[in-house]
């Protein structure tokens, strides 16, 4: 039979007794003197020198200890070569009563209540004259007559008051019959006389020895006990807002704080790798879509085209773009790898198929107010924080849910997430089996996409993923026809957020995972155009510049997820940061300044390339130019762009439709033609979001035209726009050129200044900053005061895009930065979509579970080891077995895995280093070479 020592406080002696005389149990034990708990510090020392005695005996095979949190002086208390077993309650209330659940119920009847049993007077040593006016000083009892001798009748008095005023916060007072003692003995009798003192309620109180019991009979730990195995330390557990134990490190339990990086290597590949000579890239940008022939032999660029982008219709613009293209490189080409807007933009627009979310959430869950989605649904399902089952799917609940939301709500894919669910996908799994299987539809997990412990946004990530699935699959579709025309019928590669590629079909599982992919392109372009380790990169396109940083050879990725818009994800993407200023930003004048966008318009020489009757547009302006004063937003020209859409027109919007069908008009023209009181009032915002027409206007893109550094279109209509605005604003047309570009040129550089300091896109940031613009206009030579401003950067700025070359200089200079403009950066992007490589990775955690077992976090299932050092052989062999699948799914023959190991430490507050769990990261990068 197990030898138990008992350690605990004295008020709970004759109940621990009368316990083990009920469980036939012959327990030894030491007692601690009552009311340490008022001194938590003194409680934890006396309690670990009585804890170690025991241990170095060698009697005891177990130590029962007889307290709770007790205001934390249990906590890092340590197990030394037996176990303890110690209750999961706050305080001995809880072990009279039978639990913390029922010491809760009393609480919320009366939570002012003063507790008595036999037990508690005995462990008092209170046998002093009751009839002597008293009161308790922390854990001693002082009586009034002594202070009256000691500090005279005065402060006597209101030492004593002050002593007892704590009565006033009590409504109650309850005898708690344990069973010790006959009924009716003192305990019983002081509390009456308490409540009849103090005129508070009196209450008897059934107790329960059944939580004493349990302590001394655990062997393993319960809901209710703790067991803390040899070498542990307790500590308190946040999440279980209760005891634990952790281990503490030594020996093999863990390795020190050190990372360690192991290489497990394949002697054959799993298939056999191609040899790729030829690849195209192409990258479907906001404004522009490029394509380029890479040779991968001699790592130049074979031919190159640029092509505008067709929102509306994407496989359009890449068409075009393809058209410009050498047609003998194109018949070379095995690999195409992609780039595209289309997910961030779907996500921004709230556009795609209808999802309904299945979540299983975490006790206490909001459904209405924690996921704003609908339709959702809260199945029984659930895990614990350890991913341990506590509540088994209902497969007939999920099905019936399925054919709800299937039937009645029109639902097209369905997002399922749960709390625990990145640490034991297995139920997430399940549902989605069954899901898919009762309806068919495509089934979105969280821990697919996110290993990150937040199941909310797992569930918002998920949902964002199934939403946009059919988008995808449509453009990844229409790029394989048009590849098609030509003959083409290589693989299909998709560039993630984070610069790293993956399959077709990986893609179309998983598009979420495209969001911010032209800029994760241009920086992968960067990196393999210029080598260069650490820089800021400025990619200016049409309608913005994106400004980023390469770190140590690789992308600054956003370890919080990218945002888009409103929208929350989970999905790992480059850091970066989006100003609206491009080759296309519209050129106004507000309230006595320049503003240069960040609405884009397409360029006014590119209209005058498309229509010869852009005069009458231009001569209705010049006619009305004094209307201008106050904003130039009128002189916008708005043209057809495509008219093949299945759009039901107001009236006002037709109207606009055969107006600008016949010849662009001007924004004040139409206002005017349609009889409306302002141009504001013209309906035009539906027929731009379907891409029906296109606002054209002044741009940097004209200024460049005009003044001769820029020539692919019509610099005759640019010209005729720069004239207007010179005319309205009483300013010299070179004058007028000269004071633009240097806007244009002072806010590039205040951007990437702002994204450097970490306050781009905030709420005060520098731009309403008085001081800031004070510094920022002695810099740029604005101000001429005392105070000579200077800027220095300790990498150099690398810009792409295709106007980047003709203002980044001169912001460099003015910055103090070197500046770097790569051969081809004009069509960076896409060199960056066909040279990134495929890389895959998985994470598992370790963690103890506060039994002395040891359980994997991100595996399926629920297994306990023993011992961490089986825990991670297992993890390992499952990481490299998950990698090398994931791998020739995403479209590479490498083999070899790389798996970094760190142990997870904390600190008790007695110095101790104490075991949380280890982190097993595994990576696999190699080229797209499964063709």
């Known amino acids: 039979m197990e030898k138990v020592f008992v350690i605990a406080c004295s008020v709970l002696a004759k109940d621990i007794e009368q316990a083990a005389r009920e469980l036939d149990l012959a327990v030894a034990a030491e007692y601690l003197p009552g009311g340490l708990h008022e001194n938590p510090g003194r409680l934890h020392q006396q309690l670990q020198m009585a804890i170690d005695r025991a241990s170095q005996s060698g009697k005891w095979d177990r130590i029962a200890v007889g ?5 934390r002086g249990t906590v890092g208390i340590q197990a030394r070569d037996i176990p303890l077993s110690i209750p999961r ?17 009393q609480f919320r009847r009366y939570p002012g209540t003063y507790y008595i049993t036999e ?10 004259d009751q009839n002597r006016p008293s009161a308790w000083m922390g854990d001693t009892r002082v009586y009034l007559d002594t202070l009256v001798d000691q500090y005279g009748a005065e402060n006597a008095r209101r030492t004593f008051a002050f002593l007892n005023s704590w009565r006033s916060n009590y409504q109650r007072a309850a005898y708690i019959d344990t069973g010790s003692d006959k009924k009716g003995g003192r305990a019983q009798k002081r509390a009456m006389k308490m409540a009849e003192e103090n005129n508070w309620k009196y209450e008897e109180l059934k107790g329960n020895p059944n939580l004493l019991k349990q302590l001394l009979a655990a062997e393993t730990t319960t809901a209710e006990i703790v067991v803390v195995p040899a070498q542990h330390v307790l500590v308190f557990d946040a999440v279980r807002k209760g005891l634990s134990a952790r281990p503490l490190v030594s020996g093999k339990k863990a390795s020190g704080r050190s990372r360690q990086k192991v290489e497990v290597s394949s002697d054959t590949p799993a298939e056999e790798p191609a040899q790729l000579h030829f690849g195209l890239g192409i990258d479907a940008g906001g404004t522009y879509t490029d394509a380029v022939v890479y040779d991968f032999g001699q790592e130049t660029v074979s031919c190159k085209s640029k092509a505008l982008t067709t929102r509306w219709d994407f496989t359009i613009g890449i068409r075009k773009a393809l058209d410009g293209l ?20 779907a996500i921004v627009e709230g556009e795609g198929q209808k999802v309904g979310l299945l979540v299983m959430p975490p006790p206490g869950f909001s459904e209405k107010e924690e996921i704003i989605h609908s339709p959702q649904h809260c199945l029984a399902a659930r895990l614990d924080i350890t991913g341990k089952e506590i509540v088994a799917p209902d497969e007939q609940e999920i099905r019936r849910v399925a054919r709800r939301m299937c039937d009645q709500m029109e639902v097209e894919a369905f997002a399922v997430s749960g709390y625990a669910g990145s640490i034991n996908p297995e139920h997430e799994l399940m549902i989605k089996k069954v899901l898919h299987a009762e309806t068919g539809k495509f089934v979105c997990c969280g821990h697919e996409l996110s290993q990150l412990l937040n199941f909310k946004l797992r569930a918002e990530t998920a949902v964002h993923n199934a939403r946009i699935v059919p988008r995808v699959i449509m453009l990844l579709r229409g790029i394989s026809e048009v590849l098609a025309e030509r003959g083409i019928l290589a693989p299909v590669m998709v560039v993630r957020g984070d610069g790293t590629l993956m399959g077709r079909t990986v893609a179309q599982q998983r598009p979420v995972e495209t969001i911010l992919s032209g800029p994760a392109a241009s920086m992968a372009g960067v990196r393999h155009l210029t080598k260069a380790d650490e820089a800021i990169v400025v990619d200016m396109g049409g309608t913005t510049t994106d400004i980023a940083g390469l770190e140590n050879g690789g992308v600054r990725l956003c370890r919080q997820g990218a945002r888009v818009g409103s929208a929350r994800t989970h999905v790992k993407a480059l850091e970066i940061f989006t100003t609206g200023l491009g080759g296309d930003s519209f050129i106004d004048h507000h309230n006595g300044q320049w503003v240069i966008g960040p609405r884009r318009v397409a360029p006014a020489a590119w209209l005058g390339s498309r229509y010869e009757q852009l005069d009458k547009a ?5 006619a009305h130019r004094n209307r201008f004063g106050n904003s130039y937003l009128a002189t916008q020209l708005i043209t057809v762009n495509h008219r093949d859409n299945p759009f039901v027109f107001s009236e006002l919007e037709k109207r606009i439709v055969e107006l600008v ?14 009889e409306v009181p302002y141009t504001g009032a013209v309906p035009l915002k539906r027929l731009e979001s379907h891409f029906i027409i296109q606002r054209c206007g002044l741009t940097p893109t004209d200024l460049l035209h005009v003044t001769g550094r820029f020539n692919k279109w019509d610099a005759g209509a640019s010209r005729r726009m720069v004239e207007l605005y010179a005319a309205v604003s009483g300013i010299e047309e070179t004058e007028l050129i000269s004071e633009l570009m240097k806007r244009i040129t002072e806010k590039l550089a205040m951007e990437i200044i702002s994204s450097q300091l970490g306050t781009f896109g905030q709420n005060g940031d520098l731009e309403s900053c008085r001081t800031c613009q004070k510094l920022f206009s002695t810099l740029f030579g604005n101000e001429k005061t005392a105070l000579r401003v200077q800027v220095g950067f300790r990498h ?12 980044l200089p001169s912001v460099s200079k003015l910055l103090g930065a070197d500046c770097i403009i790569p051969e081809n950066q004009d069509v960076a992007n896409a060199i960056g979509a066909i040279t990134s490589l495929v890389r895959v990775e998985q994470q598992m955690t370790i963690k103890p579970d506060g039994t002395g077992r040891y359980y994997i976090q991100g595996i399926a299932g629920d297994v306990r080891f023993k011992d961490v050092v089986d825990a991670e052989n297992h993890a390992r062999q499952a990481l490299v077995r998950v990698i090398r699948e994931m791998a020739r799914k995403t479209g590479t023959a490498q083999s070899r895995v790389n ?12 110095g101790e280093d104490i075991f949380l769990g280890r982190q097993l990261l595994a990576r696999l990068q190699g080229r797209p070479d499964l063709i």
């Open 326 to 345: 050498d047609a003998d490189a194109l018949k070379a080409v095995q690999l195409v790898s992609v780039s595209t807007t289309l997910a961030t933009n």
């Open 618 to 622: 231009l001569g209705y302006l010049w």
């Open 661 to 674: 069908s016949e010849r662009p008009h001007s924004l004040s023209e139409i206002a005017q033609r349609l």
């Open 796 to 807: 150099p700025i690398i810009g792409v895009g295709a106007p980047v070359a003709e203002f």
């Open 67 to 71: 307290y709770g949190v007790c205001g």
């Open 899 to 910: 798996i970094t190991s760190k142990d997870l430490l904390g600190t008790t507050a007695h």
């Open 119 to 128: 037990g508690w007077l005995a462990g008092k040593s209170d046998h002093e």
């Open 89 to 105: 309650v706050h305080d001995c209330i809880s072990l009279f009563l039978g639990g913390d659940h029922i010491y809760q119920e």
